[in-house]
C-alpha cells in the first residue's frame, strides 16, 4: 500500500463519519421537529388535533376541531406539514452530498466535467427547494387561517 492510498482511505473515513454525524444530527432535528417553520401535529383524534409551531423562542399550539365541514382541509394540512418535514430532510440531504462532491473534487484537483456539472445542479436545486418549501408554508399558513376561520 502507498502513501496515496493512506491518503484516500484516509480522507474516505473522515467523508465516512462526518456524512454519518451530519445524518444522526438531521434525525435529531426531525425527532425534536427543529427545522425552519416548526410545525407538528400533537394530540391526534378524531375529533381534533392539536398543531404545535416552533420557533427559536417561543412554541404556538394551534387546536384544530374537525367538523364535516372542513374535514378535507384538516386532511391537507396536515399531508402539508408531513411533506414539508420530509422535503427538509430530503433536500439537507441532497444538498449535502452535491457539497460533499466538490469538497471531494477540490481536494482530489480534479475539475472535470462532473465537477462543474455538480456545480450547477447545486445552484439549481438551492433556490428550487427554497421555493418549494416557502410554498409549503404558505400552503400551511393558509390552511391555518381557513380552519380558524370556519
Not at 31 to 60: A, D, M, Q, R
Request: hydrophobic share 45%; aromatic share 12%; proline share 1%.
Amino acid at each position: 500500500m502507498n502513501l496515496k492510498d493512506t491518503q484516500d482511505t484516509k480522507q474516505l473515513r473522515n467523508l465516512s463519519i462526518l456524512i454519518f454525524g451530519f445524518l444522526a444530527f438531521l434525525l435529531i432535528l426531525s425527532i425534536f421537529n427543529v427545522y425552519p417553520g416548526g410545525y407538528s401535529i400533537e394530540n391526534e383524534t378524531t375529533e381534533s388535533f392539536s398543531i404545535e409551531k416552533t420557533s427559536f423562542l417561543k412554541k404556538e399550539n394551534i387546536e384544530i376541531t374537525i367538523t364535516h365541514d372542513n374535514e378535507l382541509r384538516a386532511i391537507l394540512l396536515k399531508s402539508e406539514i408531513t411533506s414539508l418535514k420530509i422535503l427538509w430532510i430530503v433536500s439537507c440531504m441532497v444538498i449535502l452530498g452535491f457539497i460533499f462532491d466538490i469538497v471531494s473534487y477540490i481536494s482530489k484537483n480534479k475539475k472535470n466535467m462532473l465537477f462543474y456539472i455538480t456545480i450547477v445542479l447545486l445552484i439549481i436545486i438551492i433556490p428550487l427547494s427554497v421555493y418549494l418549501y416557502l410554498s409549503k408554508l404558505n400552503n400551511i399558513e393558509s390552511y391555518l387561517s381557513s380552519l380558524n376561520l370556519s
